[in-house]
């Protein structure tokens, strides 16, 4: 339609012009446009009413090669007199093409399906989710719930589970402790929540008696996929830790620079902005000495793999001519591969507002495990649910390569 919008364009502004009323138009396709292509638009006046302004257009379109792309015959009523204005501010139309998650999901595949606890998956959401990912050919998975429940879910839903392990418990809490089990003695290479809250299921994971803790505390991850930005965006920790402490945040740290090398391997390092309200240090903003802290651990070796910058405003961080206006110079400012937000409020609000105001997909990963633990939401898309689940899979198979500690 890309056509229609320039023929509309001319009829409007130049031939007739201002005053012009659009009563038809058809058109015919010969060959598709495609991103980059130059159209040229040429109208003909075909035919005109006696009795009444009536204007038939004959319409041609042509690509960049000299080839017809498109024919129609447009029905204008014509102004009848000659009004003069200002040429009006057209919208701003723009087409965001990339796909940040098509290399990573293309990655995920070769890899091959890996065996995954969903825990308690109860409603029809979950029992979909689950069955994207195995359609998808991600996961084998073993169902793990009330099975009267998860039944009556995929009945509702219209999923055949009949080829589906499921694992029987009485309640949530007995799934969570019964897919732990089953991570610790590797019987599932990953664990993917259901219809349960979050903290239900991690309660069963953190406890050092589950044998699911690493030497690193347990944080969340966001890896998002934002049109908006140049490249692909990873927020932490923005569903786990609430007020982490400068320790917590170097853990926190290191899991999702981890993270990017699995998911984008080692040819470089990421950059990792560390966000606050300003980019100066003050101790009135308590982040912006934590943020002042973290570089100079990485500076010492303490945080490896990565370029540090903070403290930095959201701004300065995704924006270089945000950090130019303000002075700053900094490979990371402009340019993050990775934001590590001061609290976990701070994180959350980031990552739904880039969500739902800038249409951006979120794929939620838990690290720090031995296994990594898939968080899926009610409001995520397809496109989020199965890199959620791509994720898992480049974790679990560099946990089993030793590249992961």
């Known amino acids: 339609m890309w056509s229609g919008m320039l023929i509309s364009s001319i009829l409007g502004t130049v031939l007739p012009g201002p005053g012009t009323v659009y009563v038809s138009q058809n058109m015919d396709f010969a060959l598709p446009l495609h991103i980059g292509d130059e159209i040229m638009v040429k109208l003909t006046v075909k035919s005109k009413h006696a009795d009444k302004p009536l204007v038939e257009f004959d319409c041609q379109c042509w690509n960049g090669k000299g080839e ?35 290399e990573i999901l293309a990655g995920c595949r070769k890899l091959g399906k890996i065996k995954a606890a969903v825990v308690h998956p109860v409603q029809a959401n979950a029992i979909e989710a689950v069955a ?4 998808e050919g991600l996961i084998d998975p073993i169902l793990i719930g009330p099975e009267a429940r998860i039944r009556s879910a995929a009945k509702a839903c219209n999923v055949d589970v009949g080829n589906w392990t499921i694992i029987d418990v009485e309640h949530s809490q007995a799934a969570a402790t019964k897919a732990a089990e089953m991570a610790a003695r590797g019987e599932v290479e990953a664990i993917m929540k259901g219809s349960l809250h979050s903290d239900e299921l991690l309660g069963a994971i953190v406890p050092t ?27 932490t920790d923005a569903a786990i830790n609430i007020m982490p402490k400068l320790e917590d945040k170097v853990d926190i740290c290191q899991n ?34 934590d943020a002042a802290c973290l570089c100079k651990m990485a500076d010492r070796g303490q945080i490896t793999g990565a370029i540090l910058d903070g403290p930095l405003a959201f701004d ?21 591969d990775i934001l590590l937000v001061p609290n976990i409020e701070a994180g ?7 969500s739902f105001l800038t ?16 968080l899926t939401s009610r409001a995520d898309t397809l496109r989020a649910r199965l890199l959620s689940c791509g994720v898992a899979i480049r974790l679990a198979h560099a946990r089993k390569g030793g590249s992961l500690s």
């Open 256 to 289: 999702t620079i981890d993270l990017w090398h699995v998911l984008f391997g080692n040819e470089r390092k990421p950059k990792v902005a560390i966000l606050s309200a300003v980019e100066t240090v003050t101790s009135r903003i308590p982040s912006t000495l």
């Open 359 to 374: 249409h951006a997909d979120a794929a939620g990963i838990v690290l720090g495990a031995r296994v990594p633990v898939i």
């Open 132 to 135: 994207e990912a195995v359609l």
């Open 316 to 336: 300065n961080a995704v924006s270089k001519q945000a950090a130019k206006d303000k002075g700053i110079t900094s490979e990371v400012a402009g340019d993050a």
């Open 68 to 102: 017809r792309v498109a024919t129609g015959i447009a029905t204008v009523i014509a102004p009848t007199q000659k009004i003069y204005m200002d040429r009006p501010e057209l919208p701003d139309v723009q087409i965001y093409e990339q796909d940040h998650y098509k």
């Open 348 to 354: 959350n609000a980031l990552a739904k507002q880039l």
């Open 209 to 235: 008696a589950a044998g699911l803790r690493t030497d690193r505390r347990v944080s969340h991850a966001f890896v998002m996929d934002i049109p908006t930005y140049h490249k692909p965006l990873i927020i």
